[in-house]
């Protein structure tokens, strides 16, 4: 999604985003569906919104692939990049409120990498495909479903694994 700074007016700007196949810039997200409120004054732009995704992930417990559902909100703002800002230096001074500023240059602002950047970091830290995933068998390493491995029923007492280990070293 470009906004072209030229043909959009001062004022408030309604977007609907629809994306039904995978873009090319929101790879593992799709499809991508709702509203961005664009607020430009002047050469600065306040982006607003909430996305509401499907993305490919993989379970951090067993791996395994899947779809999840999620929510981006999105709240960016926008202003020209300076001379200033390309020497350096210039960081340090940045105002608090300007931390979370995306600069751009020239007359068209590409919002994808932003908005991918900030449903990226809606993801799940430790995404899991079920609350009840049992993760991967600590001694085969296969998905724990169901009973497809028959190392569970095998396990020992933790507390009695100590004293067959000294039995055994004995
Ligand atoms: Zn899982
Ligand atoms: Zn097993």
Known sequence: ????LRQLQDGRHQF?????????DLL?????????????????????????????QHCSLCLKSYEAQGQAEIDLFFRPQTREDLTGGRELELKPDELDMVLYLGQEIDLWPELREALLLSLPVKPVCRQDCRGLCAQCGKPMVEDTCGCARKETDPRWEKLLKLKKEK
């Not at 609907?16 to 090319?24: G, K, Q, R």
């Not at 607020?39 to 993305?55: E, P, Q, R």
């Open 16 to 24: 609907d985003i629809s994306l039904s196949e995978p873009a090319s």
């Open 1 to 4: 999604m470009k906004l072209k």
């Open 28 to 56: 593992d997200f799709s499809p991508v569906r709702g509203s961005l409120t664009v607020l430009k004054s002047g050469v600065t732009l306040h982006v607003t919104g909430c996305l509401d995704y499907t993305a490919r």
